[in-house]
């Protein structure tokens, strides 16, 4: 698999040439797991009614090619750097250092993780864009642009993300997901789900890392 998501990452690059660092490792060293940090307390959340067999159908019949799922998490994981590079052009936000995508494995416990140091999700974000299928963060930050008449640097062009199903094609390949998200100024939570009927949200008592997403496949 992972020469398939190699693959897919360079394709990936050639098609999305950005300022920014794109990259794939194979890590050997221990990478620290979400079953390792601390939570405060967990919330369980079920998914609308629809939302169980559209996942069905998004898992089986949208996707043929099973490494799909690479493509619309690194999409994901690029318009999370572009909103933070707009973030930090607007002065919203102090200049950070490399907007990163990285990739390991653990062989071990069978994971596959993507990690990216952009935007991140609040509480609400992980509910409201990551829970409810068919539904856009970044659909929804290009329209604002597009209204406001922003010239974003370009943004608006940049960003990948329109339908709101790319992130449920983890579950083409993955019996569970998680997914470690932090906003600036704001905690870090862990969003888990088996793609069945739900998921469930927790606070995370010591933040993993400053900012970004980080993703688990298992
Ligand atoms: P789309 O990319 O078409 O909007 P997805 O299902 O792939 O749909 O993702 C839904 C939303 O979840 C995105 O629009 C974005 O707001 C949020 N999201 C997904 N992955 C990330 C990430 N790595 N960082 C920040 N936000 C993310
Ligand atoms: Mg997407």
Not at 87 to 111: A, F, N
Not at 161 to 189: D, H, M, N, R, T
Request: aromatic share 8%; glycine share 8%.
């Amino acid at each position: 698999i992972m020469k398939s998501v190699l693959r897919s990452i360079v394709k990936f690059g050639k098609r999305n040439p950005k300022n920014y660092k794109l990259f794939g490792t194979i890590v050997e060293e221990e990478i620290q797991n979400s079953n390792q940090v601390k939570v405060k307390e967990t919330t369980q959340h079920s998914f609308q009614a629809e939302t169980g067999r559209l996942l069905e159908i998004v898992a089986k019949s949208l996707y043929t090619e099973r490494d799909v799922f690479v493509r619309e998490l690194l999409s994901n994981a690029s318009d999370a750097l572009e909103k933070q590079r707009f973030k930090e052009l607007s002065g919203e936000s102090e200049p950070s250092d490399t907007l990163q995508i990285s990739m390991s494995t653990d062989e071990p416990r069978r994971e596959l993780i993507i990690q990216d140091n952009g935007i991140g999700m609040s509480k609400e974000d992980l509910i409201g864009l990551l829970g409810t299928i068919a539904r856009s963060g970044s659909g929804a930050f290009k329209q604002e642009l597009i209204k406001d008449g922003v010239n974003a640097h370009g943004l608006d062009q940049s960003l990948i993300g329109q339908f709101g199903v790319g992130f449920y094609s983890s579950f083409v390949v993955a019996e569970s997901v998680e997914v470690i998200s932090k906003k600036e100024g704001l905690p870090a939570y862990l969003w888990k789900s088996d793609g069945d009927h739900g998921f469930e949200i927790s606070e995370i008592e010591d933040a993993p890392f400053e900012r970004g997403t980080k993703i688990i496949l298992r």
